[in-house]
C-alpha cells in the first residue's frame, strides 16, 4: 500500500474579504496551512495516471452559487468556468451542494472563484484573490470544501481533501467532515438519545471525524435508519434526522455539516446534515448529495 496523504488545506480567507471592503488597501495572500489526516489507499488506477479528479462543494453559510476557474503552471491565463465548460451545468454549485468530479492533468493549479452565473474567469467572486492548491496527485480525488459564514469573513476557509472511493461489497464506507464555522468539534453516530452510536468522532471544524483512528470507516447497509450529530464527548444531540436514511451496500458516503447552530427552525442557514454518496453517477453536474434533516 501506498501512505497517501489526505490533505486538509486551511485557506484563511479572512484578511481577503476585510481588504476588499477598505478602499485602496492592499490585499494580503491568504495562508495556507497543508494538514496531514492520515488516510491510506492505493491510487485509483480506473484514473490515466497523468490525471486528477477534482470536485468542489459551497458550504459557506450566505454563498450564492459559485464555478471555478483554473490556472496550470504552463497555461497562459485561467480557463473555465469549470462546472459550465466541463459538466454543461451554468449556474454554478449552490449552498450545501457539491459538483461533479472534473479531470484534470495532475500538477499545479491556482484557483479563482467566479459566480455561477458568469460564463468567463474574468471576474472573481466578491473580489475574492487567486489561491494556490498544492500539487494534485496524477491518479488521485480531491473534494475542495469551502465553509463558514459569509457575514463573518474571518470564519470562511477552504479545506482539500484526498478521497478514498474504495467500496466494501456488503458494506458502506463513510467519512464525516464538521463544515460548520461555530461547532468546535462534532460526532456522527447512527440512533438518536439512548440509542445513539457514535461512528465518527472528533471532527474539528473544517476536518474530518475519525472511527479506530481512520477516517473512513465501514457500517452495515441503512434502511430508515436515524442518526445524530453531537459536540464531541456530550450526550445531547446538535441535530437528529429520524428514521429516514437508507444506504445500500457498495455506496461510499461522505457525510458533512454545514451551517450555524445559531439559526433554527427553516431558517436557511440553520445546521444542516448533508450525505453525498460518490459512489453513484453525478446528475446534472452535480454530485448526489442530499439534505438529511
Request: glycine content about 12%; some cysteine; charged content about 15%.
Amino acid at each position: 500500500m501506498l501512505s497517501l496523504r489526505t490533505t486538509a488545506l486551511r485557506i484563511s480567507l479572512g484578511i481577503a474579504f476585510s481588504t476588499l471592503a477598505i478602499a485602496g488597501c492592499t490585499q494580503t495572500p491568504p495562508e495556507i496551512m497543508a494538514v496531514d489526516s492520515g488516510v491510506n489507499v492505493m491510487p485509483d488506477m480506473v484514473i490515466p495516471l497523468t490525471n486528477a479528479e477534482v470536485r468542489f462543494g459551497n458550504f459557506v453559510a450566505g454563498a450564492a452559487p459559485v464555478d471555478l476557474c483554473v490556472k496550470g503552471s504552463g497555461d497562459p491565463d485561467f480557463r473555465g468556468p469549470l462546472l459550465r465548460t466541463m459538466a454543461q451545468r451554468p449556474g454554478g454549485v449552490a449552498y450545501l451542494n457539491m459538483g461533479q468530479y472534473l479531470t484534470l492533468t495532475a500538477g499545479n493549479y491556482t484557483v479563482r472563484a467566479v459566480p455561477g452565473s458568469r460564463s468567463d474567469c474574468t471576474v472573481a467572486y466578491g473580489g475574492l484573490p487567486d489561491l494556490g492548491l498544492p500539487p494534485i496527485g496524477a491518479g488521485r480525488t480531491y473534494t475542495l470544501v469551502p465553509f463558514g459564514d459569509q457575514s463573518r469573513p474571518g470564519t470562511v476557509k477552504i479545506n482539500l481533501f484526498e478521497d478514498d472511493l474504495t467500496s466494501q461489497g456488503g458494506q458502506v464506507r463513510m467519512r464525516f467532515i464538521n463544515a460548520s464555522p461555530d461547532v468546535p468539534t462534532a460526532d456522527f453516530g447512527f440512533g438518536i438519545g439512548a440509542s445513539y452510536q457514535a461512528l465518527l468522532t472528533d471532527a474539528v471544524s473544517g476536518n474530518l471525524g475519525r472511527g479506530g483512528g481512520m477516517t473512513y470507516v465501514s457500517t452495515g447497509p441503512q434502511t430508515g435508519s436515524s442518526a445524530s450529530v453531537r459536540p464531541s464527548g456530550m450526550t445531547t444531540d446538535l441535530l437528529t434526522v429520524k428514521s429516514t436514511i437508507t444506504i445500500p451496500s457498495g455506496a461510499v458516503i461522505t457525510a458533512l455539516i454545514a451551517g450555524l447552530p445559531s439559526k433554527v427552525g427553516t431558517d436557511p442557514l440553520a445546521l444542516k446534515l448533508i450525505s453525498c454518496d460518490d459512489s453513484k453517477p453525478p446528475q446534472s453536474g452535480l454530485s448526489v448529495c442530499t439534505q438529511l434533516n
